[in-house]
């Protein structure tokens, strides 16, 4: 769609590179200002003259976007290939990354994205000059194919980094909010309810159990098996459960313990208010262990157990 100059109103990418190769450039700051009102601010630009190929970084807000064409019949199906796995690869990741990473992902794929077209736009003019036979031409597209494939590989692999780091800050975000809201029920059980101090206090060592294991791993550079392709508020939320669910399990363990239904019972010497609160810590400390030891006490598991010392009997 064209206003009463002539110039589109949403100039395309052939129509911007037209521009852009024509002489004189009469109309280019204009429409390089339509462009970026539709498409984003221009941040980089390459265009090819023999491939009739061009690649632009713009920047819309605080998301970086690479919008590219190219003349496919002049590319063997290899270049192909690995210009769509690059376009392909930086459309998922704009989902996950934001920021300074996608800034810095976005330009490792364009750099990728240039060369490739670079080459191509080379082969082309060695075509029209016939200075390359066809298999020369066809060795040399293949093999800067195979080494573009490599470059994204590591821009993936970047990317992957990266969105795990930024899961893993909202996850401790919502960690820290989890622990602040179990500190806030115990406190409400404790004034309003006046439970006993031993129940609330299983319920504090679970919860700080549950926020200690986080922090360990953390420490030990060991990675939390956090999902990138959630949302920030969800990652947040499951980070938020982690305490929650630490005090849970800390006090369905006294619960259990306590009813003899956990083969676990303080010795006479031992306080029995210190017991429970480390049984309590370990159940919030390790989830796993915690729900394995409920599991086999389940009914149906195999044995009984005396309610006194909480053991099986055969």
Known sequence: MSDTTGMPERPSLLQLRAEILSDGQRNLDEIRRRFEKYRGEIV???????????????????????????????????????????????????????????????????????HLLGVLDLVTKARTKKNLTAE????????????????VRHAKEFAIDAAKNAALSWYLVGLMAGAATSGIIVWGLIELVSVPALFAGCLVAGGIGAVVSVMARITHRNRLDVAIERRP?????????????????????????????????PEQ????????????????????????????????QGGRRDPEFGKKVA
């Open 44 to 114: 980089e630009e390459d265009y090819f003259r023999f491939a009739e190929a061009l690649v632009v970084l713009v920047k819309k807000g605080r998301l970086h976007r690479i919008l590219t064409c190219y003349n496919s019949t002049e590319a063997n199906p290899n270049l192909s290939l690995a210009l769509r796995s690059a376009r392909r690869e930086e459309r998922k990741f704009s989902a996950f990354l934001r920021g300074r990473p996608q800034e810095i992902f976005s330009q490792m794929i364009y750099a990728v994205i240039v």
């Open 136 to 151: 020369q031409i066809e060795e040399r597209l293949n093999k800067e194919s195979a080494a573009a494939e490599e470059d």
């Open 269 to 300: 010497t031992a306080d029995a208010s210190s017991f429970f609160w480390g049984l309590a810590f370990l159940a919030g400390f390790s989830e796993r262990w915690a729900q394995d030891t409920i599991v086999k006490a389940a009914p149906g």
């Open 233 to 265: 508020r969800l990652t947040v939320f499951a980070g938020a459960l982690r305490p929650l669910a630490g005090a849970l399990f800390g006090l369905a363990f006294y619960v259990l313990a306590h009813g003899g239904l956990l083969p676990f019972k």
